[in-house]
C-alpha cells in the first residue's frame, strides 16, 4: 500500500495489481504488463521469482525479461531520507488504473481520475454518514 500511494504522491499512475496469491493473479499481471506496453513493476525478490516460474510455464518468458528490466524491489530501497515532490493533480487527472479480473477475457484497464476518487469518497461519507469524528483503518493481512 506504502507503494500505491507513494506513486499515487509522486505522479506516478499505478496499476494495483496481486501478484503473491496465485499462479491465475500472476498470469494476469503478465497480460497487463504486455497491454501496458513499458510499465514499471514494484515487488519484492520472493513474488518477481513466482512470477518468472509462471512466465517460463506459460510462454511469457519474453514480457516477463522486459518486465524485469523495470523492475524495483522492495528491499532495495534503502535511501528514504530524501524529501520527494508533492504532485499536485488536477480533478481529470489520471489517479490509477484498475483493471478487471480477465478470468473469462483479457484484463480491461478502468482509468479513474482524481475527481472520480473524490466522488467517490464523499458518496461514500455521505452515505455512511461519516462525520470527522470517526476512524478507519486498515488491517494488513500480515497483521491477521
Not at 498470469?27 to 519484492?44: E, I, N, Q, S
Request: hydrophobic content about 40%; charged content about 25%.
Amino acid at each position: 500500500m506504502d507503494g500505491f500511494w507513494a506513486a499515487v504522491c509522486g505522479g506516478i499512475t499505478p496499476v494495483p495489481l496481486s501478484v503473491g496469491i496465485s499462479d491465475e493473479h500472476r498470469h494476469k499481471l503478465l497480460r497487463v504488463a504486455r497491454k501496458l506496453g513499458k510499465p514499471l513493476l514494484y515487488t519484492d525478490a520472493r513474488n518477481l521469482e513466482r512470477l518468472q516460474a509462471l512466465a517460463e510455464q506459460v510462454g511469457e518468458s519474453t514480457v516477463f525479461g522486459e518486465l524485469k528490466s523495470r523492475a524495483f524491489l522492495v528491499e532495495s530501497i534503502t535511501d528514504i531520507s530524501r524529501a520527494g515532490k508533492l504532485y499536485r493533480p488536477a480533478p481529470d487527472d489520471l489517479a490509477f488504473i484498475q483493471f478487471s479480473s480477465g478470468s473469462t477475457a483479457e484484463p480491461k484497464g478502468v482509468m479513474l481520475t482524481h475527481g472520480n476518487l473524490i466522488a467517490n469518497t464523499q458518496g461514500a461519507t455521505a452515505v455512511g454518514k461519516f462525520t470527522d469524528q470517526d476512524v478507519t483503518f486498515e488491517l494488513d493481512a500480515a497483521d491477521a
